[in-house]
């Protein structure tokens, strides 16, 4: 399994070209970018992180399919290919949809249109001329400067009938955090046995010599998961109910997150001491994951990604 990590949304502008070459010289073979509403740009930053480094694969994740024309999204990716071959991952998904309802982007059928940006998105990058009069794609003869090598084309989804498309059109589907092996387990079985699809997991992680000092930080990176927009990574873990009510009775996220027992912080994060962290990347790795990206926890991100150096 390969073993990422991913450059915090908000990390001031200077430490983010240093926090990269840092994950590489630590051994990290996958650096992912975000792009959400409001924080940076995902194909800014992957190519500035990619002109800063020499050996680690740049993941976009994710890239929100309805704020982007298909064919300016096609160039951007395309150049990003042709500079920097066989480094770049591209994450494509719905976005959130209150975001998306923000910008005045959300579709009437999300899963037409991803359908629709995925198979349009693959002609340009494969350096065919694409015509497309779809729902909401519409191309007339479009052509454009690409490699003629496709990228890897991941789907950022998380939803059932989402990962059932995923299996169909995507190289590989991402699934944002928490990621569990009864999570995992569940979305393997909605992309289907699809051979060479690549599943990658976000996981909040924090590791250290101390396992409860390191739990502590853990949960700062947990306040939200009892939002109703994670219903489906939590559905399948046995204590789904409870935490749930807890959720509903703590007065707020951080109060919430106090409260989670230990057992639990354990199964929703990557966490205690070095060795422990490996023996859930392990339980990871055998429930389905073909890579894993920590999420550094903690207020000092450069520091917190050396410390997550160990589980290289």
């Known amino acids: 399994m390969d073993l990422g990590v991913m450059l915090p949304r908000d990390l001031p502008a200077d430490q983010v070209l240093p926090y990269a070459r840092s994950a590489e010289q630590l051994g990290f073979d996958e650096l992912?970018?975000?792009?959400?509403?409001?924080?940076?740009?995902?194909?800014?930053?992957?190519?500035?992180?990619?002109?800063?480094?020499?050996?680690?694969?740049?993941?976009?994740?994710?890239?929100?399919?309805?704020?982007?024309?298909?064919?300016?999204?096609?160039?951007?990716?395309?150049?990003?290919?042709?500079?920097?071959?066989?480094?770049?991952?591209?994450?494509?998904?719905?976005?959130?949809?209150?975001?998306?309802?923000?910008?005045?982007?959300?579709p009437e059928s999300i899963l037409t249109l991803f359908d629709e940006y995925l198979t349009a998105l693959r002609g340009l990058l494969g350096g065919g001329t694409v015509s497309i009069d779809g729902?909401?794609?519409?191309?007339?003869?479009?052509?454009?400067?690409?490699?003629g090598q496709v990228p890897p084309l991941l789907a950022g989804v998380r939803g059932p009938r989402s990962l059932e498309l995923a299996g169909r059109v995507a190289d590989g589907t991402v699934l944002a955090e928490p990621v569990t092996p009864e999570y995992l387990r569940a979305a393997r079985a909605r992309i289907g046995d699809v051979p060479g699809h690549r599943v990658v997991g976000y996981d909040v992680a924090a590791v250290g010599p101390d396992a409860?000092?390191?739990?502590?930080?853990?949960?700062?990176g947990l306040t939200w998961i009892g939002d109703p927009d994670w219903a489906v990574h939590i559905d399948p873990?046995?204590?789904?109910?409870?935490?749930?009510?807890?959720?509903?009775?703590?007065?707020?996220?951080?109060?919430?997150?106090?409260?989670l027992p230990d057992a639990w912080v354990d199964q929703l994060a990557i966490t205690g001491t070095p060795g422990q962290?490996?023996?859930?990347?392990?339980?990871?790795?055998?429930?389905?994951?073909?890579?894993m990206v920590l999420i550094p926890a903690g207020p000092e991100p450069l520091l917190a990604l050396d410390s997550l150096g160990a589980l290289v």
């Open 32 to 106: 992912w970018v975000v792009e959400d509403l409001g924080f940076r740009g995902g194909i800014a930053q992957a190519a500035a992180v990619l002109a800063a480094t020499d050996r680690i694969t740049v993941g976009v994740g994710i890239l929100p399919v309805a704020a982007r024309n298909v064919a300016f999204a096609a160039m951007e990716s395309a150049t990003l290919a042709e500079l920097f071959p066989g480094r770049v991952h591209l994450g494509l998904g719905h976005g959130m949809p209150g975001w998306m309802r923000q910008v005045g982007a959300w």
């Open 135 to 147: 729902r909401y794609v519409q191309l007339d003869q479009v052509r454009i400067a690409a490699p």
């Open 237 to 259: 873990l046995p204590f789904a109910a409870e935490l749930r009510d807890l959720r509903a009775s703590s007065t707020d996220r951080e109060a919430f997150a106090a409260a």
């Open 277 to 291: 962290g490996r023996a859930r990347l392990t339980e990871l790795a055998e429930a389905g994951a073909d890579a």
């Open 212 to 220: 409860d000092a390191a739990r502590a930080l853990a949960r700062t």
